[in-house]
């Protein structure tokens, strides 16, 4: 999937961010782009430092001189009065709509703040929505956008380490429902992504362990150097190492640009994304959205999905507490919650993998190599939820 050309160039990147680097030497980052490769939809991603400052490079991506900020209360008085007002130098006309914050309002009713503020200011088919946020905004505002006069342009400016390697990139957009998360929504794809690294100086640790989570993974599915490079450097990004977090979100990115380009739409190859996944939404809909973080639970489904991958013969012992280290040592929560065994089967039974009725799960065969497969037998399921989830009858 990755090229020769661009796999030279990676382990050239690699080489280079193993050797040591001390606060005296480290080099200034410059801005690194890459490419989403949809044919007529394609579009840039944007890493780098500085780049809420740099409000023309945004400017020149609206289809019109008129735009529409859709944010939080908790990221609005950190950058919205920026990114608005370098907007406004441009000469683009500005609406601002702030929401709560939480992924318990990544609903119908949040939706609708955004519908009300929208038609309120008379916003038009070329009014560009910009979703300044984590996740949670940034799967609102692609929806919204999606919908609102059957689709308008919008951009990305992810501001969590979560969103700038997973959400922001590949068009996946929706709000939960009380019995599944994102079970409603559309695939949208933005005009760019501008992820600037400056804004994770803000992110409560606990929110960058979260986005560490869907780093890993990306070593996990498709790439064991990838993973080795971070079970070197995982305290280099949890203290926010510049150099090392520039490659690990243009690497991410990279990864799931390839996939994306290859399947769009999840009908084959970027279902592996969801490593972790099945089992996480079932945590995160059981303990209450917002309660456990998304990456908190894709962490600890990760390691159920690494233990039936153990116990099905296609991963070694070796391999499961590798990964298993990897997480705590970023923060990560290693074991499931308790909940009964029938909930977890309901709720993966809701999976957007679900064919036919049978649970589709994404399974390791080794770091770097993962797979999808409905043949894990239900008893083997059974005994991994009970003992390694506590699960409770």
Request: hydrophobic letters at 45%; a negative charge.
């Amino acid at each position: 999937m990755v090229g020769r050309l661009w796999r030279r160039q990676y382990n050239l990147m690699l080489t280079l961010l193993l050797l040591p680097v001390t606060a005296a030497m480290k080099p200034t980052q410059a801005m690194q782009t890459l490419t989403v490769a949809l044919g007529t939809r394609s579009y840039p991603i944007h890493v780098g430092s500085g780049l809420l400052d740099q409000a023309e490079r945004i400017a020149r991506h609206l289809a019109q001189p008129s735009a529409a900020i859709v944010t939080n209360a908790t990221i609005a008085p950190l950058y919205l009065a920026r990114l608005s007002q370098g907007l406004r130098n441009q000469g683009v006309k500005v609406t601002e709509i702030v929401l709560p914050d939480g992924e318990q309002y990544k609903d119908w009713q949040t939706l609708n703040q955004i519908f009300d503020a929208l038609l309120a200011a008379h916003a038009e088919r070329k009014t560009t929505l910009i979703a300044l946020g984590g996740g949670v905004i940034g799967d609102l505002t692609g929806f919204a956008a999606a919908c609102y006069l059957r689709g308008v342009p919008f951009i990305q400016v992810p501001t969590t380490l979560l969103s700038q390697v997973d959400s922001s990139v590949g068009g996946k957009t929706g709000i939960n429902h009380p019995l599944g998360k994102n079970m409603i929504g559309a695939f949208y794809q933005p005009a760019m992504v501008v992820a600037d690294i400056d804004t994770l100086q803000t992110l409560p640790a606990r929110e960058l362990s979260a986005g560490l989570a869907e780093v890993i993974k990306y070593g996990l599915i498709h790439d064991a150097p990838f993973f080795d490079w971070l079970e070197l450097n995982i305290e280099r990004l949890r203290a926010l190492d510049e150099q090392a977090l520039v490659h690990a979100i243009y690497h991410s990115c990279a990864v799931k640009a390839e996939i994306v380009a290859a399947d769009e739409r999840e009908s084959g190859v970027r279902a592996l994304l969801n490593l972790g996944h099945t089992f996480g939404h079932a945590i995160e809909a059981g303990m209450g959205y917002g309660n456990w973080l998304h990456g908190e639970a894709v962490a600890a489904g990760t390691v159920l999905a690494a233990e039936v991958s153990r116990r099905l013969g296609w991963l070694a012992e070796t391999d499961v507490e590798r990964l298993r280290a990897l997480y705590q040592r970023a923060g990560l929560p290693v074991t499931a919650p308790v909940m009964a065994e029938s909930f977890w089967l309901e709720s993966m039974g809701l999976d957007k993998k679900v064919e036919n009725g049978r649970i589709r799960f994404v399974l390791l065969r080794g770091i770097g190599r993962a797979e999808i497969t409905d043949a894990v037998p239900a008893e083997l399921l059974s005994a991994t939820l009970t003992e390694l989830a506590n699960a409770t009858s």
